[in-house]
């Protein structure tokens, strides 16, 4: 099967389509990239298990929580308890396994209090209680402990036949729920994710984006027009053609892999139980990259149980 490094020259760009397309990313995204999902998901982690509670801190329209908590209880990550029987109301409360999605939002918390534009919803402060340290997540790998960048990454592609076949099944209704603006419920939605990983991997003209990422090309332009404004590319005149546009990744965009990294590791681990097609290696010590997050004070694992939040909503002017 073909392999490539993603950081040679001109990308293989079937290679890339069928790698994108079967990426546990994609495959992660179409159950957790959902308008509203990963807010509620993030709520949950900051103490909020009733929904009243939801609704208020993030104003989601009713029916709309209704059914994404459904889906997070169908999809395993929550559960229901009542918390009273008369009225009978109930709570909902995160699983082991959607207790293993900490690392991705200590990934998005990051990203969100770098760049994003809804910093009420988010804690100000994390402490982490076994060192008694205020404390960044910091991404770091698995193998050697060392802390991690985009550039201490190589990236190998392998097609993952049984997710493409998938993929190709679910396209149809991909298209349809996502015609709504689909969202990891802040600012980046899952188009925004796919295009950045694309980029990543080598593409950086249209006409590339277009074949790696079958999408009509209106929708394309708009979405890359709607990234350049917010800052999550630019698009600059090719030196050797002014007539190309050259996209590239903006130190915010460049700021989402740590998030792109974790999410797609916990769909490949814990949704999927499958490798992803995009396989990232730790140049430094040579292993399989698999994320993990630590505390910048004591170097340790953060664990959902072990961090305190301060209450969010305090520093808005
Ligand atoms: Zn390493
Ligand atoms: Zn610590």
Redesign the pocket.
Same mark, same amino acid.
């Given at each position: 099967m073909a392999t490539r490094s993603a950081l040679s020259f001109a990308p293989d760009l079937d290679l890339t389509r069928d790698a994108l397309a079967s990426s546990t990313l994609n495959h992660g995204l179409m159950v957790l990239g959902e308008r509203w999902t990963m807010a509620v998901m993030m709520g949950a982690f900051t103490g909020v298990n009733r929904f009243d509670d939801w609704q208020n801190r993030l104003g989601i329209p009713r029916p709309t929580l209704a059914s994404r908590l459904k889906a997070l209880v169908a999809l395993g990550l929550m559960r229901q308890r009542a918390y009273q029987e008369r009225p009978r109301r109930m709570a909902y409360h995160l699983t082991a396994a959607g207790m293993k999605l900490y690392p991705h939002v200590l990934m998005v918390w990051v990203w969100e209090r770098r760049w994003g534009s809804r910093r009420s919803q988010l804690p100000d402060t994390l402490l $982490?209680k076994? +060192?008694g $340290?205020h404390?960044q997540p910091t991404l770091t790998c698995t193998a050697c402990g060392d802390k991690v960048g985009i550039h201490d990454l190589q990236l190998t592609l392998k097609t993952n036949r049984r997710l493409l076949a998938l993929a190709a099944q679910s396209r149809r209704a991909a298209r349809l729920a996502s015609s709504s603006a689909a969202s990891m419920g802040l600012r980046v939605d899952r188009w925004s994710l796919m295009i950045v990983t694309a980029v990543v991997l080598g593409c950086h003209y249209f006409d590339q984006l277009l074949h790696v990422l079958g999408i009509a090309s209106s929708v394309l332009a708009r979405r890359l027009n709607s990234m350049v404004e917010a800052g999550l590319l630019l698009a600059q005149p090719d030196t050797h053609d002014a007539r190309r546009t050259v996209y590239r990744l903006t130190p915010s965009s460049r700021d989402l892999f740590g998030y792109l990294v974790c999410f797609s590791t916990w769909a490949a681990r814990e949704y999927l139980q499958e490798p992803s097609s995009i396989r990232p290696v730790h140049k430094t010590c040579g292993q399989a990259f698999i994320p993990r997050v630590a +505390?910048s004070? +004591?170097g340790?694992a953060v664990h959902p149980w072990d961090v305190a939040i301060a209450p969010s909503g305090h520093s808005n002017p």
């Open positions: $982490h076994p +060192c $340290h404390f +505390c004070a +004591c340790e």
